[in-house]
């Protein structure tokens, strides 16, 4: 990612870090920004403990360039040309960037110490833990108290009658990459679950996911079962019928195998599989056809290689993408958490999710699924609660699947990258249903990878048991005090209802994500998104309908003194005129006798009508003169003439921009040269 630095920082100082780069400093070398057509800039470029900086010699701008050695995917050294030789850096957040340096050993040196800086070899050695946004202890203790499971499994409904809380994975001794605390049916005895945890990979038992509480059905998850060809377990067999008790309405449950059969029957000979419902009574069986984490590296490559043709036409480029399958796989994922939520809000019927081990396809499903559900994931609080339910707290292999440290890199996958993109698909279909925007969802991303924060750091629960809270910061308390800059202008809290999105075959309706994976080209974006422009006509409209309030309270003000003047004003009259039938013997009879009586009714003075005129004319006046810019803002053009620099984006805060400023400047360290 392209970061500024805020002034008066400076790079943390890792003294180990700073034992593997060769060469801190290059000069004259020349930026060739991949997805730019502008000329490439000169200027120097600097490695430290945590960055590469790369500061343009134009002395007017002094334009930086940071990228974080964690965002770094590869690096090439490619082929010494006359003009020098190149490195090219292939970020984890979609941004290609080219140094040619003058000498053939600098871009050496500095290949060789990228390489280890890029690639860490434990935790130790991540930005998370000398990124220091200066706050105090306190601070950083609320701001990873800012979500809390128990509180959210008490939201749903549970403990109740059915669902209980279980010890029995304290100290990891069932199952060491499930949470301690793990919720199950009342009637599944620590027997039974110890049992089912034995015939299942990992030990991975079933456990609640989400419950619904307007019916009572439920969304479990776990891993396949050890079945072979022919094995069973009577104590699985009694936890899935437990699941099904805790669900009075219904009378089976679905089993979903989020495989390709051919995978499921594959594992089969491997002793594993799937459940067979000769053995297990009221189920009902259902494969879904998510391909396996390889494939999915396998489709963003060809996704990405898409991405990076040079003036592609329309044909090659949609030719590149249906051929990747990246779209297809989304609809996969889509389409299981679409069934799943479907069964529990339609039908009634509860459901065990689970895949291979149960911490990838699994988890994409039932955070797609509680997702449809519950308009509480819906909103930024609810969506990182969501997140650490189904990823962060149920093992899912964040260090393996985003190479945070150097490990196999048939390991990694975009997994969570999946899940992420079937929100924004989401979003596309219910654009007022989300609370959140765009930029939300890649600000999401860019830190899954960035490990600035602690949130994502290892592969589970028990893994996290170095302090990590103590020694490093949420990225969900970061988010949270910038959430003006996340809001979905667009966004009605009555979209309370579950999502129905639209799934049948001739209704593809799955768009290419070029704010994820093409944010870096400026040439592709508006100036202003729509989202800011919205967002910026949503504030000028809140001022003025607050600026209304206030006129109309005055108005009413107003309105009262004139009615009591007017009471006043007939309580007068009304003397007056008994005084003048007490003094009058005489009865009009004729016109002539009103004519001659006309000069003794009672008029309105000069002076009351002075008086009248001249509240009329106060009220008038104070309308004008209590704000003087209403007339400006009710203005059609000036309310619209000065969007841009009223964007809470502050010009466009994602990613994309390379600016002096970066709105994630929190990540940022100053070059001390």
Not at 484 to 496: G, I, V
Request: with cysteine.
């Amino acid at each position: 990612m392209v970061v500024a630095a805020k002034e008066g920082e400076s790079p943390p100082r890792d003294p180990v870090a700073m034992e593997y780069i060769r060469l801190p400093k290059v000069e004259n070398v020349r930026l060739i920004d991949g997805t730019s057509s502008k000329r490439a800039a000169l200027g120097t470029l600097y490695l430290t403990a945590t960055h590469v900086i790369f500061v343009e010699n134009e002395s007017d701008a002094r334009k930086e360039t940071w990228v974080l050695h964690s965002q770094i995917s590869s690096i090439e050294k490619q082929a010494t040309t006359a003009t020098g030789c190149p490195l090219l850096i292939r970020c984890k957040n979609f941004q290609n960037i080219q140094f040619i340096m003058p000498q053939e050993r600098d871009c050496h040196d500095v290949y060789i110490s990228l390489i280890r800086l890029a690639r860490p070899v434990k935790y130790e050695e991540l930005y998370c833990f000398s990124f220091n946004p200066k706050l105090n202890k306190e601070e950083r203790e609320q701001g990873w108290k800012l979500t809390n499971l128990k509180e959210e499994y008490h939201r749903m409904g549970v403990p109740n009658n059915y669902w209980q809380l279980s010890d029995v994975n304290r100290d990891y001794r069932v199952c060491d990459s499930y949470p301690t605390d793990v919720y199950v049916p009342k009637s599944a005895t620590a027997h039974i679950i110890v049992g089912s945890s034995k015939f299942r990979s990992r030990r991975r038992f079933p456990a609640l996911s989400y419950y619904y509480k307007t019916n009572n059905a439920s969304i479990c998850r776990s891993s396949q079962p050890l079945s072979g060809f022919s094995a069973r377990c009577l104590e699985d067999e009694q936890m899935l019928q437990s699941i099904r008790k805790a669900n009075p309405g219904s009378d089976f449950i679905y089993v979903v195998d989020t495989r390709p059969k051919l995978n499921a029957m594959a594992n089969r000979a491997a002793g594993k599989g799937y459940e067979n419902e000769d053995n297990y009574s009221n189920i009902k069986f259902q494969f879904i056809g998510i391909e396996n984490i390889h494939v999915m590296r396998s489709s963003l490559q060809k996704m990405l290689e898409v991405c990076e043709l040079r003036s592609p036409s329309m044909n090659d480029f949609l030719w590149g993408l249906e051929n990747s399958g990246w779209l297809k796989h989304i609809k996969a994922i889509m389409d299981a958490g679409i069934f799943i939520a479907k069964a529990v809000a339609e039908e009634g019927v509860s459901v065990l999710v689970h895949c291979s081990d149960g911490w990838d396809r699994t988890s994409q499903v039932c955070s797609v699924a509680s997702l449809l559900l519950d308009p509480f994931y819906r909103t930024l609080k609810g969506f990182m609660v969501l997140i650490d339910k189904d990823w962060v707290s149920f093992g899912h292999k964040f260090n393996h699947r985003y190479g945070n440290l150097d490990g196999d890199p048939k390991e990694i996958s975009p997994v969570i990258d999946q899940f992420i993109e079937c929100v924004w698909q989401l979003m596309e279909q219910f654009p007022c249903a989300f609370e959140f925007n765009e930029r939300f969802l890649i600000h999401i991303q860019h830190h899954i990878y960035s490990c600035q924060f602690g949130n994502f750091l290892c592969n589970n629960q028990k893994e996290r048991e170095l302090k990590i809270q103590e020694r490093t910061y949420s990225l969900w308390a970061h988010l949270w005090k910038n959430r003006a800059d996340y809001m979905n202008p667009l966004y009605r809290e009555d979209h309370n209802r579950t999502l129905n999105p639209q799934s049948a075959p001739w209704q593809f309706v799955y768009k290419f994500w070029s704010g994820m994976y093409n944010r870096f080209e400026k040439g592709l974006h508006p100036r202003q998104s729509v989202t800011d422009y919205l967002m910026a006509v949503k504030e000028e409209t809140q001022q003025l309908e607050e600026e209304l309030v206030v006129l109309e309270e005055r108005l009413a003000k107003l309105t009262k003194v004139q009615l009591n003047n007017g009471e006043m004003t007939k309580q007068q009259n009304g003397i007056d005129e008994l005084q003048l039938s007490t003094s009058n013997d005489s009865i009009a009879n004729t016109p002539q006798d009103y004519i001659g009586n006309l000069k003794s009714f009672p008029s309105r003075s000069t002076s009351q009508g002075d008086e009248e005129d001249s509240a009329l004319i106060l009220t008038q006046d104070n309308l004008k003169s209590s704000d003087p810019d209403l007339s400006a803002n009710s203005d059609q053009e000036s309310g619209v003439e000065d969007m841009s620099c009223r964007s809470p984006s502050g010009g466009g805060g994602l990613p994309t921009e390379d600016s002096a400023k970066d709105r994630d400047s929190d990540e940022a360290v100053c070059l001390t040269v």
